[in-house]
T-cell receptor, first 112, second 112 residues
């Protein structure tokens, strides 16, 4: 079965510092990988996704993620955190022909 | 462009009362539809998904049911709510199974 592990349920960074959110997955099929962001009391918004091709994927709001097959990882980064990046972030992997499996989420706090 | 609507936005219901949450998608046809629940401090739990009218798959045995009476309408129901049904309910759609899912704004349900 496909699954996603997000290391660290909470991450605190200073404004202007690097944001690094870790995601490891297991998949028995070629993985499709996603990162979503959720602001309080809102739905999830797609940040970026990897299906095939270039392993470094750029998304919205300055985020990017790199697919590393050998490490089964898809970590999300942003060089310089902004206060507006405070939110919850979810990594997801294609689970089977119909579903995605989501990680438990990482809450990001940005300190002024 | 495609849009997804959910209503109501918030709902407070007594234990034992019925429930009906509605989700509609505009601007596309034959979408794949999903219901998720987020309990406080927990990740996303897939409840139901549908690949077509009248085709519903249930992920977790529970007090809830889903129906898809029209191509772009997905309804989540319960005959008698439990306290444990409280949470944030999210509807999502995707044009292709197991690919990008687009989420609605969510419904906050509180069962008292």
């Amino acid at each position: 079965a496909q699954s996603v592990t997000q290391l660290g349920s909470h991450v605190s960074v200073s404004e202007g510092a690097l944001v690094l959110l870790r995601c490891n997955y297991s998949s028995s099929v070629p993985p499709y990988l996603f990162w979503y962001v959720q602001y309080p009391n809102q739905g999830l918004q797609l940040l970026l996704k990897y299906t095939t091709g270039a392993t470094l994927v750029k998304g919205i709001n300055g985020f990017e993620a790199e697919f590393k097959k050998s490490e089964t990882s898809f970590h999300l980064t942003k060089p310089s955190a902004h206060m507006s990046d405070a939110a919850e972030y979810f990594c997801a992997v294609r689970s089977n022909d119909y579903k995605l499996s989501f990680g438990a989420g990482t809450t990001v706090t940005v300190r002024a | 462009s495609q849009t997804i609507h959910q209503w109501p936005a918030t709902l407070v219901q007594p234990v034992g009362s019925p429930l009906s949450l509605e989700c509609t998608v505009e601007g596309t046809s034959n979408p794949n539809l999903y219901w998720y629940r987020q309990a406080a401090g927990r990740g996303l739990q897939l409840l139901f998904y549908s690949v077509g009218i009248g085709q519903i798959s249930s992920e977790v045995p529970q007090n809830l049911s889903a129906s898809r009476p029209q191509d772009r309408q997905f309804i989540l129901s319960s005959k008698k709510l439990l306290l444990s049904d409280s949470g944030f309910y999210l509807c999502a759609w995707s044009p292709i199974p197991a690919d990008t899912q687009y989420f609605g704004p969510g419904t906050r349900l509180t069962v008292l």
